[in-house]
């Protein structure tokens, strides 16, 4: 299991692992204009040519950063591919310097295995008002907040 950076012909692929949670009522949707636009966001882990399982490190400000759009295929679900992603994410932010990292979830005790923990949405402003405002389900967010500090931070 390898997680890489994604490439323009996995799209289509994330596209529907995201949807397919999306469907369910597990995540926010995506379109595909969105995920080609945040292209360099994504890493995936592929099996063969097909894409098992993605996510999204995308950068809010110079201190901060959202793990996003994380969907694991039903098959490839409970062997690891999740922290895999978690992983790459971290070390990225890490490598960047940024010091925060955030996820909004419905699977808060699975970011909490990696020191992520909750927080009021209320503690991130810049995201509730840059993008969270374009949502749906705003400002009825039924999505658990959580935050992850980076030592020394």
């Known amino acids: 299991m390898r997680v ?5 012909s996995d799209v289509p692929q994330m596209h529907r692992l995201i949807n397919f949670f999306a469907d369910k009522g597990e995540m926010l949707p995506r379109s595909l204009a969105e995920i080609y636009e945040n292209i360099r966001d994504f890493f995936v882990i592929r099996e063969g040519e097909r894409v098992a399982a993605c996510v999204a490190l995308h950068v809010s400000w110079s201190d901060l ?20 992603l978690v992983e790459a994410c971290l070390n990225e932010v890490k490598q960047l310097g940024i010091d ?54």
């Open 4 to 8: 890489e950076k994604a490439k323009i």
């Open 65 to 84: 950063a959202e793990i996003r759009s994380m969907a694991v295929t039903e098959e490839a679900q409970k062997q690891g591919f999740g922290t895999k």
């Open 100 to 153: 925060t990292v955030f996820c909004l979830t419905y699977k808060a005790e699975f970011f909490e295995r990696f020191g992520f923990y909750k927080v009021d949405k209320m503690e991130l402003p810049r995201k509730v008002w840059a993008e969270c405002f374009h949502c749906p389900k705003f400002p009825d967010c039924d999505e658990i907040a959580l935050i992850y500090k980076l030592e020394g931070a």
